[in-house]
């Protein structure tokens, strides 16, 4: 194959106006034999522009992707020729040590995908090559066997123990990684330094979800224990600390005692904690326990030390600390080691990281927006040193006895200190709540909540400070959880929350104060009547918060207030829409975090959604309503690469516009949402089905009078039933056939035969699971139901056409019959028992077909009728019974 000509295409794809003329070029010759050695060979040549050369790794990442692996159920899908699959699997380590970190990274991907599918069974010497590039006297070979080790642990992480083939390779690989790590260990270079993260990295993961017998081995367990102490231990070199704070955090110096304190934090917490574990680690935790705790204890310690004497030590690390700590805190053994620190570590770390800090202040100041979405990131908080600090806090209070007083002690004092920061009150305020229900639960404190907030936390609502404004509205929700048996104490409560929330100056103040009133009404009921008077400016405010601020937690808000206080808000309800969905829009076409904004969101879809439930039967509101819920409908539908995110929630809005009437509008979204099913909405036509139901029965009328809408429904459940969907997809589509024949009965003669086709196909073909052969038999019932003359004309007329011998009649009778029992449920087993009856009623000259099976009727219909006693019984009480006792 031409490099050149190859490299020049791929250098196209980067640019326009030659990008798609260029992918269309490579999804021509890709599948040509060498075309995935090539694309190896562009990416470690040197003297081609670092662009292509990523293009050409990436190319062969996802070229692996699709086409690695071989699957018996696509035996004609292409994947890499035999020839190229041999020498990528000679070739790609050697190429991976020769490239630069940007270009690594993508063919480490290639390496794992290869590895998952071929390995043992297709390349079951890769592993003696792995020991024998760790085993060579050339250093520069290690980082091969060790990258390659990494990638097959990588590929197997999460395949059950025994299953995976993981564990036979450590046996034989672990000891050359050890011998190697022995050597480099010492080297503080930036590059050994990466290496050996990589190999702590990959030790995490074979220790993350079980501990062998041979890892547990004592011998061999020490030994990496010792490696691990000596790399937490091991100096930082001290130009490392002329970096930026955010910059050292990325450097492996710290990344590796990151993962070193992850790994000593894992093992501890899954195998190590006597008491905690699981039944076969016993043995092993105590041995843990009592050889290891002190040693571990001590350097983390050094580390807090560090910390609390102003050296920078970056967060992941001091999160690991904390967690580390936490686990020791359950623990007796451990507990005596740390009881004589835990005091300083309390007042000198845990309080530190509680308060407000000045990058919180800058960022508060510059970007409320954005300090506001970092403080509500749920994803923040689950590598936050601030959430595990507060953790530690927690355990200690509740778990050890004398803590909780002491810690009081300390925050009533910084709060009522004359010299302390605003700051340092607010992480006094922070560490107050977040123990709040610890405290308020003893009888020493629980008489006491009353006169700490009037003494401590009402009068900070004054402070010039906004961040101790929001820690003091933030502490409302945490006391909530608390039982305050004082009206007056709940009153004021509730009044310095709504009035922070419409007279505070801050949005962060505004966003906590929205949440204290939600917890607020959630704790006690007395609130509801409070708020009464002030509820639609307080509605009106947290609209414009969430406008601002995109927070999915306010939106949430509102839809508790709008489910309480519908009635009060009835008329400005329309105007609380229409807010609502111009922030949606706003979020819609927004360039936010992809997960943030898809939470935000959702958010405001369910908000609509509680909207329109609660008007549900007011039929003026609906009518203002649904040009507003409809606009925001067609503006997910008309943004697919975004708005697909959105769509079982907005079909969810479809729904509820049409539950009580089908307006010409909604019938017009109809067409819409079958543009959306032709495109890429197939997937959603589970989520379609509720609507499409209202469609086929709220508007029966209107879709008998229109052909084109009957052809939508039928030509979406053809659809369904003629590809390759899901069986839970097919049942709908047959479910929606048979309630458009039950429902429009006697008025769309000329759809039968289409309907009953399509469902007699579908029945012919390999069916899995009983519901669907009982759903598309009971698509025929209804039409026998509907008209059973109509119907075996049809059945008659389609057996001319297949020109088949045997009766389809017939089969489908027996085979009906023969699966009475799978009919379950009170409405299927009526419907059976209906077609029945008409079969019955029948006039002498019936088909053949009925004649042959009309002796299993009866007995049919009695399985049928037992059936429905038992449906009858478990949904109400036994009707049959009463009926016995009335008679």
């Given at each position: 194959m031409d490099l050149d000509k190859l490299a020049n295409l791929l250098n196209a794809t980067l640019y326009q106006p030659h990008r798609s003329e260029a992918e269309e070029q490579l999804q021509r010759i890709h599948k040509i034999a060498g075309f995935g050695p090539a694309l190896l060979q562009i990416a470690v040549s040197s003297d081609i522009e670092m662009s292509t050369r990523q293009a050409s790794a990436i190319y062969l990442k996802n070229l692996m992707f699709q086409s690695w692996a071989t699957r018996e159920d696509e035996p004609n899908k292409f994947t890499v020729h035999e020839q190229d699959r041999s020498i990528l699997k000679d070739t790609i380590l050697d190429v991976i040590i020769q490239v630069p970190e940007l270009l690594r990274a993508q063919l480490f991907v290639c390496l794992v995908t290869m590895l998952k599918h071929d390995y043992p069974g297709r390349w079951p010497n890769v592993l003696e090559k792995f020991d024998a590039y760790l085993k060579s006297d050339n250093s520069s070979y290690w980082m091969a066997g060790i990258i390659g080790f990494s990638a097959l642990v990588k590929a197997f992480e999460y395949q059950k123990v025994e299953k995976s083939p993981v564990h036979g390779a450590v046996k034989v690989i672990l000891p050359s990684i050890y011998n190697v790590m022995l050597l480099i260990i010492g080297n503080s270079t930036a590059e050994s330094v990466e290496l050996q993260k990589i190999v702590i990295k990959t030790y995490y993961k074979i220790v993350q979800f079980t501990l062998t017998p041979d890892l547990m081995d004592r011998n061999t367990f020490t030994k990496w224990m010792e490696l691990l102490s000596v790399i937490v231990c091991n100096p930082v070199p001290e130009e490392v600390s002329r970096f930026e704070h955010s910059d050292i955090d990325q450097l492996p110096w710290w990344k590796i005692k990151k993962w070193a304190l992850h790994v000593m934090y894992r093992i501890f917490e899954r195998y190590g904690s006597p008491g905690s574990v699981a039944q076969e680690y016993q043995q092993f935790s105590i041995f843990y326990v009592k050889t290891f705790s002190a040693g571990f204890i001590e350097i983390i310690l050094r580390i807090l030390d560090q910390y609390r004497n102003n050296v920078y030590i970056p967060p992941r690390v001091v999160q690991m600390c904390m967690h580390y700590l936490n686990q020791c805190v359950t623990i007796g053994h451990t507990w005596k080691m740390i009881k004589p620190h835990i005091a300083a570590i309390i007042q000198d770390v845990i309080f530190p990281l509680m308060c407000h800090s000045e990058c919180d202040q800058e960022l508060w100041e510059t970007d409320p927006q954005e300090y506001i979405a970092q403080k509500f990131d749920v994803f923040e908080d689950l590598v936050s040193p601030v959430m595990a600090g507060q953790t530690m806090l927690h355990s200690a209070c509740k778990k050890r006895k004398d803590i909780l007083p002491k810690t009081v002690q300390f925050i009533i004092g910084v709060i009522t200190s004359n010299d302390a920061t605003s700051s340092q009150k607010d992480g006094a305020l922070y560490m107050l709540g977040s123990i709040a229900d610890i405290i308020f639960r003893k009888d020493m404190y629980k008489d006491q909540v009353g006169s700490m907030l009037y003494q401590h936390v009402f009068p900070v609502f004054q402070s010039p400070h906004g961040h101790l404004r929001a820690r003091a509205t933030w502490f409302i929700q945490h006391i909530c959880e608390i039982q305050i048996n004082n009206d007056k104490v709940w009153e004021d409560l509730t009044t310095l929350s709504y009035n922070a929330?419409?007279?505070?100056?801050?949005?962060?103040?505004?966003?906590?104060?929205?949440?204290?009133?939600?917890?607020?009404?959630?704790?006690?009921?007395?609130?509801?009547?409070?708020l009464l008077p002030k509820i639609k400016d307080i509605t009106l405010e947290l609209l414009k918060v969430v406008q601002e601020t995109e927070n999915d937690d306010i939106t949430c808000v509102v839809q508790k207030i709008i489910g309480i206080y519908f009635d009060t808000l009835a008329p400005i309800m329309v105007d609380i829409c229409q807010n609502l969905a111009k922030t949606f829009i706003q979020v819609l076409h927004s360039n936010g975090a992809n997960d943030r904004r898809e939470i935000a969101g959702m958010s405001i879809l369910s908000c609509l959604e509680t909207i329109l439930s609660v008007n549900d039967e007011q039929e003026q509101t609906m009518a203002a309503l649904e040009p507003i819920v409809t606009d925001v409908i067609i503006h997910v539908f008309n943004k697919p690469e975004v708005g697909i995110e959105y769509y079982e929630e907005v079909l969810n809005l479809v729904c509820d516009l049409t539950n009580q009437r089908v307006s010409p509008n909604m019938w017009k979204l109809l067409q819409v949402i079958y543009s959306v099913f032709q495109h890429n909405g197939i997937d959603y036509f589970v989520d379609m089905m509720p609507c499409l139901h209202n469609y086929v029965t709220v508007g029966m009328k209107t879709l008998i009078e229109n052909q084109n809408y009957m052809l939508i429904i039928f030509n979406m459940c053809k659809t369904v039933l003629s590809s390759q969907c899901t069986e839970d997809a097919e049942c709908h589509a047959a479910k929606l056939l048979e309630v458009l024949i039950l429902q429009c009965k006697g008025r769309i003669d000329n759809c039968i035969p289409s309907?009953?086709?399509?469902?007699?196909?579908?029945?012919?073909?390999?069916?899995?699971?009983?519901?669907?052969?009982?759903m598309c038999l009971q698509v025929i019932v209804a039409a026998i139901y509907y008209n059973p003359t109509l119907l075996f004309e049809t059945l008659d007329k389609l057996q001319m056409s297949m020109s088949t011998n045997e009766s389809i009649s017939a089969h489908f009778i027996r085979q009906w019959l023969q699966d009475t029992d799978c009919f379950f449920g009170i409405h299927d087993r009526k419907l059976c028992v209906m077609g029945l009856l008409t079969l019955m009623a029948l006039p002498p000259n019936r088909p053949i077909a009925v004649n042959e099976h009309a002796n299993q009727f009866v007995p049919s219909m009695l399985m049928l009728f037992d059936g429905l006693k038992r449906a009858y019984i478990s949904k109400y009480k036994d009707p049959f019974s009463e009926l016995v006792i009335k008679s």
């Open positions: 929330l419409l007279n505070d100056k801050d949005l962060p103040v505004k966003v906590q104060a929205g949440l204290a009133i939600q917890a607020l009404l959630l704790a006690e009921h007395k609130v509801e009547k409070i309907i009953v086709e399509i469902v007699l196909q579908r029945l012919v073909r390999e069916i899995k699971s009983s519901e669907l052969r009982a």
